[in-house]
Nanobody, 123 residues
Framework: QVQLVESGGGSVQAGGSLRLSCVASGNIASSYCMGWFRQAPGKEREGVAAIDSDGGQTTIADSVKGRFTIPRDFDTNSLYLQMNLLKPEDSGIYYC????????????????WGQGTQVTVSS
């Protein structure tokens, strides 16, 4: 089992930036893909960005493409979400996830989840 702990959430005005962090511990396999998902009140969880097991490929949701990136640090088992030009519709709880060998934004393919960190963007 993999433990994931997110940090870096907070409140920011529209147009601002935040950097989320996720540290993985436990039975980490180098073949894991990792990703970020978010859920706004009353909405379903949606995939934001994911990165493959060697960090060579990423997939980014159209809604955040050009504004968010997903760096991964294998030395520290860390995953980041750099969020720029934030919009109010980016608000929600952001979850770090790991698992699976296929690069995807399908939450069903990820087996391990963090507790989430709140992001609030005000207009």
């Amino acid at each position: 089992q993999v433990q994931l702990v997110e940090s870096g959430g907070g409140s920011v005005q529209a147009g601002g930036s935040l950097r989320l962090s996720c540290v993985a511990s436990g039975n980490i396999a180098s073949s894991y893909c990792m990703g970020w998902f978010r859920q706004a009140p009353g909405k379903e969880r949606e995939g934001v960005a994911a990165i493959d097991s060697d960090g060579g490929q990423t997939t980014i949701a159209d809604s955040v493409k050009g504004r968010f990136t997903i760096p991964r640090d294998f030395d520290t088992n860390s995953l980041y979400l750099q969020m720029n030009l934030l919009k109010p519709e980016d608000s929600g709880i952001y979850y770090c996830a790991a698992g699976g060998s296929w690069l995807s934004l399908n939450a069903d393919l990820f087996s391990d989840w963090g507790q989430g960190t709140q992001v609030t963007v005000s207009s």
